[in-house]
């Protein structure tokens, strides 16, 4: 078996499932991860313990870009999720930063996510050798395609719910 998981890459896949089905939720709820809610609650809780366990996996010493990945997620999402709002110099685009941090999370969450998970499965026979194989670069270029357009997507829809709530 290429690449055997540790205990700690065990437990750590295991918590990141923890946000990632939580943000899908808000996705498929609301449009967005809501900090305000139960799933933006359980997703903001669930990053942090993926990240924090993320420090203990390396096969290098030191950081990381996996752990700067990780700092930047959390940067990015208790950003969106607490600094945004309380910004009144964004004025009006206040909801678009709060968004774009919390999907921005998501995306960086992913990054990893993807990598690793092309390189172990299948597991006989992985679909990658590492992050410069070309399948990777493709999943992680589709990947940000999509966080492009659903970002887009949701500006859209914020810009919506302002003007229903204007008249």
């Not at 900090?35 to 313990?49: D, E, F, I, K, M």
């Not at 969450?109 to 990658?128: C, D, K, Q, S, Y």
Request: proline share 7%; charged share 10%.
């Amino acid at each position: 078996m290429p690449h055997p998981l540790s205990s700690l890459g065990i437990a750590h896949t295991l918590i990141s499932l923890i946000p990632l089905v939580a943000g899908l939720h808000g996705f498929a709820r609301r449009r967005r991860i809501e900090p305000s809610t139960r799933s933006g609650q359980v997703y903001l809780a669930g990053l942090t313990l993926s990240v924090f366990t993320a420090f203990g996996l390396s096969s290098v010493t030191g950081v990381n870009p996996g752990h700067v990945l990780g700092v930047l997620a959390l940067l990015a999402a208790f950003g969106g999720a607490w600094v945004a709002p309380r910004l009144g110099v964004l004025g009006r685009l206040r909801p678009y930063a709060q968004t774009f941090g919390l999907s921005f999370s998501f995306f960086l969450l992913l990054v990893p996510g993807i990598n690793e998970t092309l390189t172990r499965l299948p597991v006989a026979h992985p679909l990658a050798t590492g992050p410069d194989d070309p399948v990777v670069k493709a999943a992680l270029l589709g990947w940000l395609l999509v966080f492009a357009v659903g970002f887009t997507l949701q500006g859209l829809a914020i810009r919506a719910e302002n003007r229903a709530g204007s008249r």
